[in-house]
């Protein structure tokens, strides 16, 4: 998950073709290629979006990682995620 501005644009002749494009969409891809395989994270978050979430969220860091087309490392995150029998068996996002 990645967080970021991003355009919305319109393509082709069909008046659905739409695709959302920019910086955050492009992280965002890579980092779902990361999550379950290079990352032991089914979820990854980027830093910006870490720090957005991480008042409700516990996150944990996953090192830095290189992104194909972007220059530098991007520090990763990935969710806790914790089972818990207290709601019925619904798993929670323990958030401390």
Known sequence: IATGRVTLSHYGVRQDSMA???????????????????????????????????????VISLGSVETKGRTGCEEVYGLVVRSTLESGGTPLLQSD
């Open 20 to 58: 959302v494009i920019g910086d955050a969409t492009n992280l965002a891809f890579r980092l779902a290629g990361l999550a379950n395989k290079t990352l032991d994270a089914p979820i990854v978050l980027c830093e910006h979006t870490a720090r957005l979430v991480r008042p409700r969220l516990a």
